[in-house]
């Protein structure tokens, strides 16, 4: 077989035959083209409006199945359209029909995969053009072959001609694609028209160029050696298969294209136009989710309502469009600190309103407040001038202050006008709550000055032998003293200095002195026994922590025999291995290691076998209850039992009676710590006794 064929003398060839059009089905081709090119845009609009990349995959291939049977469809309608005299009914190859399909499919997905880029440049669209000619003329001349009419030959310089207008409409109707669009006079919908009328002439012109090329010449009749199909049978075929998939694929996207319309329009009804923020409207759907969800799973969440302070002078002094500008750049701002599952919103004018959710306690809301606030720091810059924007937030919180939507909102602007008259920066709706989460703002400040002036200070609390009564270690225990606030007790500066940054310097300042004091203590010949200070979690996830510790032990010349670090329970519940190694390192330069609150972590007791511990502290709530509870009782026992079997040495904390320390030796418990033998003191009383001084012993309050 013979695909290119050009005219050239050969005796064998008889008399050129002539060939003639049928006006009607010429027309009929051309539609068919115009449909096909307009499909293919549709498509490619679909393609580039998809969200995900899968989907776009899937418009690509449907768009270049349906542009290339459109072109097929084209190219077979124009053949039947054409007759030869003495061949007015030929015969088509089935194998050679089918195979013409898929350079018109190949060629289809490179015009539209160029079609959907946002901005095409030069060397892009020329490339395009070249894919689809190429494509296009490899399908009209495989699609000829299929013919099977062994006089065929094609006059060469019609058959460039051909191909360069192909490339020619090819690149004009890409061009016109991105450039119709433009165009003012026309609606999205007659640009769409107009660019596939386009390339359904691109198409046609491509097709009829290259039939001028076709020479046809008298020959005799072979028999062929392939499947064959009549003249009416390629009519039924084409018909068939191109109406049903261009129909279909219009079907298609029309039900997307007005899926995409519904949605636009619900992104409009729930989005303000001036700043891209979700409305009103929308907020309000995203709270009753909100509160749904917090109802369900027993949290809280806060409404924040924040407006600009005397906004009405920006617009009045420099007018609505610069008013404007700082609105978007005002709603800017606020999107970036703000977590991805919070919903920021414009209530309208130049009120905002956030919607924060899952706080722990309330005063999380503050966080969030603060870093609002703080995105509004630096001024806006427009143009030559510079315009400092403040703002004020009320808050109100999810249950305390209400369980209803409109009740939250109406709440946290009523905070946000008292915000305004004191010139706080934010105010909750329950003043007591507003006076807590200032205090602990100041007292976050505070804190972070008296680590660096070194205004706290630790008291040590003994650690006994339950039959003997004898010390057996102190614990550390960091106090501050605050100028104003008075003593500041570790449940409240703690949790402050986790939340402000301040654990790892915190944590730091107690091993250290510590450290420092047990080194007084051995130098003074006095036997304290251990050193027990509390570790936190973030300190051990630090990479670097066995060699902060190794440097604070060497600079205190304090032997690591003499110190034991206390780890709380939760913080072991999630440890890597990298902590894991960590804690044996430690362990293998002497340090002991004390699980602290033994008992409430609610971990399973797998890690015990893991994890190089010398000490479980049952935890003061289970004390506590040990005359009267048979479970705590239970509970004792059981650990006892167990950290008995496994080597630990076991110690209750929290005993504040004579009662409650006999109980516990009872179920087997040998050390003990609480208020009964001994209040935390300081450094100076802990040497007194030390020192042997029954006298000075009664200072700790020994009960």
């Known amino acids: 077989m013979e695909f290119w064929r050009f005219d050239t003398s050969d005796p064998s060839l008889g008399p050129l035959l002539e060939g003639a059009y049928d006006p009607l089905l010429v027309t009929l081709s051309i539609a068919i083209a115009c449909f096909a090119g307009l499909t293919a845009l549709m498509l490619a609009d679909r393609m580039v409006a998809s969200p995900t990349a899968r989907s776009k995959t899937w418009w690509h291939i449907g768009g270049a199945v349906a542009m290339g049977c459109g072109i097929w469809a084209m190219h077979f309608s124009a053949m039947l359209a054409f007759s030869v005299a003495g061949h007015e009914h030929s015969e088509y190859s089935l194998s050679l029909t089918v195979l013409s399909l898929v350079p018109a499919m190949l060629g289809s997905g490179a015009a539209l995969h160029f079609m959907a880029h946002p901005n095409l440049r030069g060397h892009q669209l020329l490339v395009g053009a070249l894919l689809m000619a190429v494509g296009i003329g490899s399908m009209h001349y495989t699609g000829m072959e299929a013919m099977r009419m062994e006089g065929l030959r094609y006059h060469?310089?019609?058959?460039?001609?051909?191909?360069?207008?192909?490339?020619?409409?090819?690149?004009?109707?890409?061009?016109?694609?991105?450039?119709?669009?433009?165009?003012?006079?026309?609606?999205?919908?007659?640009?769409?028209?107009?660019?596939?009328?386009?390339?359904?002439?691109?198409?046609?012109?491509?097709?009829?160029?290259?039939?001028?090329?076709?020479?046809?010449?008298?020959?005799?009749?072979?028999?062929?050696?392939?499947?064959?199909?009549?003249?009416?049978?390629m009519a039924a075929t084409i018909g068939g298969f191109s109406g049903l998939v261009l129909g279909l694929s219009l079907l298609v996207t029309w039900v997307d294209r007005q899926k995409a319309i519904q949605r636009m329009l619900v992104h409009?009804?729930?989005?303000?136009?001036?700043?891209?923020?979700?409305?009103?409207?929308?907020?309000?759907?995203?709270?009753?989710?909100?509160?749904?969800?917090?109802?369900?799973?027993?949290?809280?969440?806060?409404?924040?309502?924040?407006?600009?302070?005397?906004?009405?002078?920006?617009n009045d002094s420099l007018g609505h469009a610069t008013g404007d500008r700082v609105l978007k750049e005002f709603a800017r701002r606020l999107s970036a600190p703000v977590r991805g599952e919070d919903t920021v919103a414009r209530f309208g004018g130049d009120e905002f309103i956030i919607l924060v959710q899952d706080l722990n306690v309330p005063e999380d809301a503050v966080q969030t407040a603060e870093r609002l606030l703080r995105a509004m720091d630096a001024p806006i810059e427009f143009d030559d001038w510079k315009l400092h924007a403040q703002a004020s937030i009320g808050i109100s919180i999810y249950p305390d202050d209400s369980e209803q939507a409109d009740e939250l909102i109406q709440q946290a602007d009523t905070a946000m006008y008292r915000a305004k008259r004191h010139d706080c920066g934010y105010h909750f709706f329950d003043k007591a709550m507003t006076d807590r989460a200032m205090l602990r703002v100041r007292l976050g400040n505070d804190l972070r000055d008296a680590l660096k002036q070194d205004r706290l200070f630790l008291q040590y609390q003994p650690q006994v032998n339950l039959r003997t009564g004898k010390w057996t270690g102190v614990e550390a225990l960091a106090r501050w003293q605050h100028p104003r606030e008075g003593n500041i007790p570790p449940t409240t500066f703690v949790p402050l200095a986790e939340r402000t940054g301040l654990a790892l310097p915190l944590g730091e300042w107690a091993l250290r002195r510590a450290c420092q004091q047990g080194r007084v203590w051995l130098a003074a010949?006095?036997?304290?026994?251990?050193?027990?200070?509390?570790?936190?979690?973030?300190?051990?996830?630090?990479?670097?922590?066995?060699?902060?510790?190794?440097?604070?032990?060497?600079?205190?010349?304090?032997?690591?025999?003499?110190?034991?670090?206390?780890?709380?329970?939760?913080?072991?519940?999630?440890?890597?291995?990298?902590?894991?190694?960590?804690?044996h390192e430690i362990r293998r330069m002497g340090v002991t290691l004390a699980i602290d609150d033994f008992g409430i972590g609610y971990s399973a007791l797998s890690y015990l076998k893991n994890l190089p511990i010398d000490k479980l502290k049952i935890d003061r709530s289970f004390v506590h209850g040990v005359l009267n509870d048979p479970r705590d009782q239970a509970i004792i026992r059981a650990v006892a039992d167990m950290g008995a079997s496994l080597g630990f040495t076991v110690l209750a904390e929290g005993i504040e009676t004579e009662e409650q320390g006999e109980f516990v030796l009872r179920l087997g418990c040998r050390q003990g710590q609480g208020f009964f033998f001994a209040l935390p003191a300081d450094a100076e009383t802990i040497a007194v006794v030390l020192n042997g001084s029954r006298r000075e012993e009664s200072v700790l309050g020994r009960r």
Do not use: C, W
């Open 156 to 233: 060469f310089p019609f058959f460039v001609l051909s191909i360069v207008v192909a490339f020619l409409l090819a690149l004009a109707a890409l061009y016109l694609h991105f450039r119709v669009r433009s165009l003012p006079a026309f609606s999205e919908s007659g640009m769409t028209l107009v660019a596939g009328v386009f390339m359904g002439f691109a198409v046609a012109g491509m097709h009829y160029t290259a039939m001028g090329a076709s020479r046809f010449y008298e020959t005799p009749v072979t028999a062929a050696h392939d499947s064959l199909l009549s003249h009416g049978g």
């Open 268 to 314: 409009l009804a729930n989005t303000d136009t001036l700043t891209g923020l979700p409305n009103r409207v929308h907020f309000r759907q995203r709270l009753g989710l909100a509160l749904s969800h917090s109802q369900r799973h027993g949290t809280r969440l806060a409404v924040l309502f924040m407006d600009l302070n005397d906004f009405k002078t920006i």
């Open 525 to 583: 010949g006095l036997e304290f026994g251990r050193i027990a200070v509390n570790v936190t979690a973030p300190q051990l996830a630090r990479p670097g922590f066995v060699m902060q510790l190794r440097r604070i032990l060497e600079s205190a010349d304090f032997p690591a025999r003499y110190l034991e670090l206390e780890i709380t329970e939760s913080s072991l519940m999630h440890s890597d291995q990298g902590t894991i190694e960590r804690l």
